[in-house]
């Protein structure tokens, strides 16, 4: 498969647990290049515009809630089969579930406060990195 991207962010669980230089070191020597990142807090409104395909959810308002109550890191990767391989990587959603020595597994708390997000798809990817940064922020 073609060399892609793919988007990410390290949750306020995770990066307020001090997991992100953990996490930083487990994305590169799986092969990905960081080719964008930057440290920022979402307001609630904002959380709201990004999480709005979830917006018909029972658990939209507590997810805005959450992802708006500290730091995050948010990050544009690089590697071939970037979308696949990257969810591999992070694991199941619910961390309990997930495969041992994934990000999950290692870091997240609960499948709420689950570490780190992982694009679904190409699309979204690109989507998802254009919220955050623009293309004179990637490299």
Known sequence: MAQNRTFTMIKPDAFS?????????MIE???FRIVAAKVTKLT??????????????????D??????????MALILEKDNAVADFRT??????????????VRKLFAKSI???????????????????????KDEEF
Request: hydrophobic fraction near 35%; glycine fraction near 12%.
């Open 44 to 61: 609630a409104e904002r959380a709201g515009q990004f999480y709005e395909v979830h917006k018909e959810r029972p658990f939209y308002n």
């Open 29 to 31: 020597e799986a092969g």
């Open 63 to 72: 997810l805005c809630e959450y992802m708006s109550s500290g730091a995050i």
């Open 89 to 102: 990587l992070i694991g199941a959603t619910n961390p309990a579930e997930a495969a041992e020595g994934t």
């Open 112 to 134: 709420e406060a689950n570490a780190i997000h992982g694009s679904d798809s190409d699309e979204n990817a690109q989507l998802e990195g254009s919220f955050f940064f623009s």
């Open 17 to 25: 647990a001090g997991n992100t230089g953990a996490i930083l070191k």
